[in-house]
């Protein structure tokens, strides 16, 4: 092993070191302050300092770096040539060429045995020449020789940690940086700084102004309040879903706090917020983690000013300590928790409560369940009135009251899996930034057309290099990609162009809002300057100020004199948001406020709900249903009728208070539009038929498999997973749920809808009530079709004989809770309109796809049509016949076309003797036209 390295930094004039340095004794003297520590101790410490080591602060000490270093007394022309200090920038004759210090490896074992000091023992964050003297005093000869270790026989070990915040003070390392990164106060005590360096003080964020609004949360607040003013267990445990709001909870306590609204037993008290992942940072020692968690609960329990203590996650708390071979940190809170000493918020998942606290009586009984859940629509609205203040203020932009309730209506009906307010406050904060962006940098529409003028450059390039050395003849590419790039080229520049427009007339529109708002312009929020946008952009617009206004002499321009000097700031506005209202009807780039607009926009892309589908009015939709499914749902205008005037009852909320949607019982043969009808209804009533829940009911033949639609009982395999009929609902509490061929499952199973056709929820297996009020049920059937073939000429009479047949498998009280639809079989007018709407579709997939003229015989639909009306299956013969009987002939054909290379001209459908044909002709040339035929 080398030798160590002892150094010592002289303080005399000369250079030399001292001849002795005075020691004091273990009481130590009064008044020695300097760098918070009598002489000796300094000195001592500077003597085991090394250049750049702990407790070198920048900033600190630089003259004693460049001072003349000296060897320790010991250390003198015999020692080993590590003993030696560069100085001066002068080689010792007794050191090597090189210059540099050869360090010694117990120099790492001094700094390893004073980090533990400094973290284990001592709390501390960071290793202070102080600590490394204290390590020194464990074991003296370890590390310095023996003359060097005489010199701090007059130092007591045992005084010096017990007083050493007392000590050391004043010290350079004492000084705590603030946020600029200059010294503001000084380093205390570890067991004074454990509330500080573990925890946040919420209450102080509510005094600074940094906590936003809480509304709506009344009744939870008053109920928190009553358990703290207990004299035990005085300890809430906040239960809710991820997003309703358990930590805002605790945000509006701490504002009732600080405003005074709250009983004098909790006035001037302190809301701490525990870092949980702070207090297991750096605690891999065992017993380290619960000796700072005691620690802390000491110093809550001890504190001159009332503590509560926040625990947000707290099911991380239990069993945080075991995981790393020490005691459950809950064991460690209940004794406390029990007396009323440690006054302790708790907030938690519904499924973490279940899983961590309920398992543990213990624990669940010393605190007070406060249950907290989804505030509805309306409520959502009036958290967003708010916060929209606080929006406005960060994103510098205006938000109307429709967008507010657009967000949380639009959220709460579309955004499955998260919960309100937290959803709707999401939306509506991209909805604000989005507007502000806009503001400023282009539409992501222009950012999209630019790509895509990139793409198609880099094609021309390629095809004209390819074009110019041979390798491609043939220009038909080359000129269809010339085409779509200049057609990209006038939709960039007539995108730009409205959008520059639009963002004239925005900007005037804000300028005169903030005037009539009475807002000063240096007050104002400045908007971005038009400068900074586009070099592209025209120089009327780089002429307009900061504020977004329009310049005197450009508004003049812009508006005749007569009426610049009479139309009102109120009337031009008017004028503004008239013009600008007409350019978005063609389309939306820039917006002066966030209004329902933006919200479906980003819902829209969030979901993949159509956008018209979002903006248009539910009541317009209602109310024209009938010709919307009678568009795509062809002979069943009785079916539709029906449908339509319960659906009309329900959406005026005229319905039975409690029940969903609708419940119906869709009756009749196969094949005549009953599914189809279902899938219509998902995309005109939720947006699309990701709204829709199908469940295959003949999958539940046996009366165990209802397990599957509401999840596993306790104690059983699957528990907690959740059923596949409630676990839908849940995700989605408005969308569509089709039961198909319902007649095909057990009875028992059915039991399970009574509830939620008659009272609007029902129960999974872990006991969760899962509301159905939003949701529209329809069940498929194939009973009594013999019957509703042959009343199907009298309507009246046909419902009177079909309620028997399906009361032998539907029981009574459940049959009276649904709407009984009959389908009627399809005539033949119908199924000749049907296979004119296929046979079109089939003509227009053609054409896009081969670019080719499509030629479709009469006899293909009669032949259609008598191969339909042979079977039983209605409209979904069609569909066999088309798919396996007319289209393989003709698929055929193509593929050889395709892999031929050839060029299609025509393709001709006709039917011979009941069997489908199919030919295609193809033009290699103008004069050369060759023909193919399959019969199949």
């Given at each position: 092993?080398?030798?160590?390295?002892?150094a010592?930094?002289?303080?005399?004039?000369?250079?030399?070191a001292?001849?002795?340095?005075?020691?004091f004794p273990?009481?130590?003297p009064?008044?020695?302050r300097?760098?918070?520590?009598?002489?000796?101790v300094r000195?001592a410490?500077?003597?085991?300092?090394?250049?750049?080591?702990?407790g070198?602060?920048s900033?600190?000490?630089?003259?004693a770096?460049?001072?003349?270093?000296?060897?320790?007394?010991?250390?003198?022309?015999?020692?080993?040539?590590?003993?030696r200090?560069?100085?001066?920038?002068?080689?010792?004759?007794?050191?090597?060429r090189?210059?540099?210090?050869?360090?010694s490896?117990m120099?790492?074992?001094?700094?390893?045995?004073?980090?533990?000091?400094?973290?284990?023992?001592?709390?501390?964050?960071?290793?202070r020449?102080g600590?490394?003297?204290?390590?020194?005093?464990?074991?003296?000869?370890?590390?310095?020789?023996?003359a060097a270790?005489r010199?701090?026989?007059?130092?007591?070990r045992d005084?010096?940690?017990?007083?050493?915040?007392?000590?050391?003070?004043e010290?350079?390392?004492?000084v705590v940086?603030?946020a600029?990164?200059?010294?503001?106060?000084t380093?205390?005590d570890?067991s004074?700084?454990l509330l500080?360096?573990?925890?946040?003080?919420?209450?102080?964020?509510?005094?600074?102004?940094?906590?936003?609004?809480?509304l709506c949360?009344?009744?939870e607040?008053?109920?928190?309040i009553?358990?703290?003013?207990?004299?035990r267990?005085?300890?809430?445990?906040v239960?809710?879903e991820a997003?309703?709001g358990k930590s805002?909870?605790i945000?509006g306590l701490?504002?009732?706090i600080?405003?005074?609204?709250?009983?004098?037993?909790l006035?001037?008290?302190?809301?701490?917020?525990?870092d949980?992942g702070?207090?297991?940072?750096?605690?891999s020692?065992?017993?380290?983690?619960?000796?700072r968690f005691?620690g802390l609960m000491?110093e809550v329990?001890?504190s001159?000013?009332?503590?509560?203590?926040f625990?947000d996650?707290?099911?991380?708390?239990?069993?945080a300590g075991?995981q790393?071979?020490g005691?459950?940190?809950?064991?460690?809170?209940?004794?406390?928790l029990a007396?009323?000493?440690?006054?302790?918020i708790?907030a938690?998942?519904?499924?973490e409560?279940?899983?961590?606290?309920?398992?543990?009586a213990?624990?669940?009984?010393?605190?007070?369940?406060?249950?907290v859940?989804?505030?509805?629509?309306?409520?959502?609205t009036?958290?967003?009135r708010?916060l929209?203040?606080?929006?406005?203020?960060?994103?510098?932009?205006?938000?109307?009251?429709?967008?507010?309730?657009?967000?949380?209506?639009?959220?709460e009906r579309?955004l499955?899996?998260?919960q309100?307010?937290?959803?709707?406050?999401?939306?509506?904060?991209?909805?604000?930034?989005?507007?502000?962006i806009n503001l400023?940098?282009?539409?992501?529409?222009i950012?999209?057309?630019?790509?895509?003028?990139?793409?198609?450059?880099?094609?021309?390039?390629?095809?004209?290099?390819e074009l110019r050395?041979g390798?491609?003849?043939?220009?038909?590419?080359?000129?269809?990609?010339?085409v779509?790039?200049?057609?990209?080229?006038?939709?960039?520049?007539?995108?730009?162009?409205?959008?520059?427009?639009?963002q004239?007339?925005?900007?005037?529109?804000i300028a005169?809002?903030q005037?009539?708002?009475?807002?000063?312009?240096?007050?104002a929020?400045?908007?971005?300057?038009?400068?900074?946008?586009e070099?592209?952009?025209?120089?009327?617009?780089?002429?307009?100020?900061?504020?977004?206004?329009?310049p005197?002499?450009?508004?003049?321009r812009?508006?005749?004199?007569?009426?610049a000097?009479t139309?009102?700031?109120?009337?031009r506005l008017?004028q503004?948001?008239?013009?600008l209202?007409?350019?978005?009807?063609?389309?939306?780039?820039v917006?002066?406020?966030?209004?329902?607009?933006q919200i479906?926009?980003?819902i829209?892309e969030?979901?993949?709900?159509?956008l018209?589908?979002?903006s248009q009015?539910?009541?317009?939709?209602?109310?024209?249903l009938t010709?919307?499914?009678?568009?795509?749902?062809?002979?069943q205008?009785?079916?539709?009728?029906?449908?339509?005037?319960?659906?009309?009852?329900a959406?005026?909320?005229?319905?039975?208070p409690?029940?969903?949607?609708?419940?119906?019982?869709?009756?009749?043969?196969?094949?005549?539009g009953?599914?189809?009808?279902?899938?219509q209804?998902a995309?005109l009533l939720y947006g699309?038929r990701?709204?829709?829940?199908?469940?295959?009911?003949s999958?539940?033949?046996?009366?165990?498999?209802?397990?599957?639609l509401i999840g596993?009982p306790?104690?059983y395999?699957?528990y907690?997973?959740?059923g596949?009929?409630?676990?839908a609902?849940r995700q989605?509490?408005?969308?569509?749920?089709?039961?198909?061929?319902v007649?095909?499952?057990?009875?028992?199973?059915?039991?399970?809808?009574y509830?939620?056709?008659?009272?609007?929820?029902?129960a999974d297996?872990?006991?969760r009530?899962?509301?159905?009020?939003?949701?529209?049920?329809?069940?498929?059937?194939?009973l009594?079709?013999q019957?509703i073939?042959e009343?199907?000429?009298?309507?009246?009479t046909?419902?009177e004989v079909l309620y028997p047949?399906?009361?032998?498998?539907?029981?009574?009280?459940?049959?009276?809770?649904?709407e009984v639809?009959?389908?009627?079989p399809?005539?033949k007018?119908?199924?000749?309109?049907?296979?004119?709407?296929k046979l079109?579709?089939?003509?227009?997939?053609l054409?896009s796809r081969?670019?080719?003229?499509?030629?479709?015989?009469?006899?293909?639909?009669?032949?259609?049509m008598?191969?339909?009306?042979?079977a039983?299956?209605?409209?979904?013969?069609?569909?066999?016949?088309?798919?396996?009987?007319m289209?393989?002939?003709?698929?055929?054909?193509?593929?050889?076309k395709?892999?031929?290379?050839?060029?299609?001209a025509?393709?001709?459908?006709?039917?011979?003797?009941?069997a489908?044909?199919?030919?295609?002709e193809?033009a290699?040339?103008?004069?050369?036209?060759?023909?193919d035929?399959?019969?199949?």
């Amino acid at each position: 092993m080398s030798p160590p390295v002892y150094a010592t930094a002289t303080s005399t004039p000369s250079g030399h070191a001292p001849a002795a340095i005075p020691v004091f004794p273990s009481g130590g003297p009064a008044g020695h302050r300097g760098t918070g520590s009598p002489p000796v101790v300094r000195r001592a410490v500077s003597a085991c300092r090394t250049p750049g080591g702990a407790g070198c602060r920048s900033g600190s000490g630089g003259s004693a770096r460049r001072a003349s270093v000296s060897p320790l007394p010991g250390c003198g022309p015999s020692s080993p040539p590590a003993c030696r200090i560069h100085r001066g920038g002068r080689h010792s004759a007794h050191l090597p060429r090189c210059g540099y210090p050869a360090f010694s490896p117990m120099l790492v074992e001094w700094l390893k045995e004073g980090w533990l000091l400094a973290s284990a023992e001592m709390q501390h964050s960071e290793l202070r020449g102080g600590v490394l003297l204290l390590a020194l005093l464990h074991s003296p000869l370890r590390y310095i020789p023996p003359a060097a270790a005489r010199l701090l026989t007059g130092i007591n070990r045992d005084r010096l940690q017990q007083d050493f915040v007392q000590w050391t003070q004043e010290s350079a390392e004492s000084v705590v940086p603030d946020a600029d990164g200059k010294g503001a106060g000084t380093m205390t005590d570890a067991s004074d700084t454990l509330l500080a360096r573990y925890a946040k003080n919420m209450t102080a964020d509510a005094r600074n102004g940094r906590l936003d609004p809480v509304l709506c949360r009344d009744h939870e607040i008053d109920l928190m309040i009553d358990i703290l003013c207990r004299r035990r267990k005085n300890n809430p445990v906040v239960v809710g879903e991820a997003g309703v709001g358990k930590s805002a909870l605790i945000e509006g306590l701490a504002l009732r706090i600080v405003a005074g609204q709250v009983p004098d037993k909790l006035k001037n008290t302190d809301i701490m917020t525990l870092d949980l992942g702070a207090l297991q940072a750096g605690a891999s020692v065992k017993g380290e983690f619960e000796k700072r968690f005691k620690g802390l609960m000491a110093e809550v329990i001890s504190s001159p000013v009332p503590v509560i203590l926040f625990i947000d996650e707290a099911h991380t708390l239990i069993g945080a300590g075991n995981q790393q071979g020490g005691l459950d940190i809950s064991n460690l809170l209940k004794p406390a928790l029990a007396r009323g000493e440690l006054k302790t918020i708790a907030a938690t998942t519904w499924s973490e409560y279940k899983k961590y606290f309920e398992k543990d009586a213990a624990l669940s009984r010393r605190f007070q369940l406060v249950k907290v859940s989804e505030p509805n629509a309306a409520e959502a609205t009036i958290i967003l009135r708010g916060l929209s203040a606080v929006y406005e203020q960060s994103h510098g932009v205006l938000i109307d009251d429709d967008a507010l309730q657009a967000a949380a209506t639009l959220s709460e009906r579309y955004l499955s899996g998260r919960q309100l307010p937290d959803k709707a406050i999401d939306v509506l904060d991209t909805a604000c930034a989005r507007v502000a962006i806009n503001l400023s940098s282009p539409p992501k529409q222009i950012s999209a057309l630019t790509t895509l003028s990139h793409q198609q450059e880099a094609e021309i390039r390629q095809l004209e290099r390819e074009l110019r050395i041979g390798l491609r003849t043939d220009t038909s590419r080359m000129t269809e990609v010339l085409v779509q790039y200049d057609e990209t080229l006038t939709a960039l520049d007539e995108l730009e162009a409205a959008w520059h427009q639009q963002q004239t007339l925005v900007r005037e529109i804000i300028a005169l809002r903030q005037q009539l708002l009475g807002v000063a312009e240096d007050d104002a929020a400045p908007l971005p300057d038009a400068d900074t946008v586009e070099d592209t952009q025209p120089e009327s617009e780089s002429e307009q100020d900061n504020t977004g206004a329009v310049p005197a002499d450009e508004a003049d321009r812009e508006q005749p004199e007569e009426t610049a000097e009479t139309v009102s700031p109120v009337q031009r506005l008017a004028q503004l948001t008239a013009e600008l209202d007409a350019l978005h009807n063609d389309r939306l780039l820039v917006s002066p406020h966030v209004d329902k607009k933006q919200i479906a926009a980003v819902i829209a892309e969030w979901t993949g709900v159509p956008l018209n589908r979002l903006s248009q009015n539910e009541m317009s939709v209602i109310t024209d249903l009938t010709k919307w499914l009678g568009d795509t749902i062809k002979g069943q205008d009785l079916a539709i009728a029906s449908l339509h005037k319960h659906l009309l009852t329900a959406r005026a909320d005229l319905r039975r208070p409690g029940r969903p949607l609708g419940a119906f019982l869709l009756a009749g043969p196969s094949g005549v539009g009953k599914t189809e009808t279902v899938l219509q209804l998902a995309e005109l009533l939720y947006g699309g038929r990701q709204y829709l829940t199908t469940i295959n009911m003949s999958e539940f033949q046996e009366k165990h498999t209802v397990s599957r639609l509401i999840g596993s009982p306790p104690g059983y395999v699957g528990y907690g997973e959740g059923g596949v009929l409630t676990e839908a609902i849940r995700q989605k509490p408005y969308s569509v749920v089709l039961l198909d061929e319902v007649e095909k499952a057990h009875p028992d199973v059915l039991n399970l809808f009574y509830q939620a056709f008659d009272k609007g929820e029902m129960a999974d297996g872990e006991g969760r009530l899962i509301d159905c009020k939003n949701i529209v049920f329809f069940l498929t059937s194939n009973l009594g079709y013999q019957v509703i073939v042959e009343h199907a000429d009298d309507p009246e009479t046909m419902q009177e004989v079909l309620y028997p047949v399906l009361a032998d498998f539907f029981k009574p009280a459940l049959l009276a809770r649904m709407e009984v639809v009959p389908y009627l079989p399809l005539s033949k007018e119908t199924l000749a309109t049907i296979i004119a709407g296929k046979l079109a579709r089939l003509d227009n997939v053609l054409r896009s796809r081969f670019g080719a003229e499509v030629v479709i015989e009469p006899e293909v639909t009669d032949e259609i049509m008598s191969r339909v009306t042979r079977a039983e299956n209605g409209a979904r013969m069609l569909e066999s016949v088309i798919d396996g009987d007319m289209l393989p002939p003709l698929s055929l054909l193509l593929l050889q076309k395709m892999a031929a290379n050839t060029a299609i001209a025509r393709i001709r459908l006709s039917a011979v003797d009941g069997a489908f044909t199919a030919d295609v002709e193809d033009a290699q040339n103008d004069e050369s036209v060759t023909k193919d035929e399959t019969v199949l």
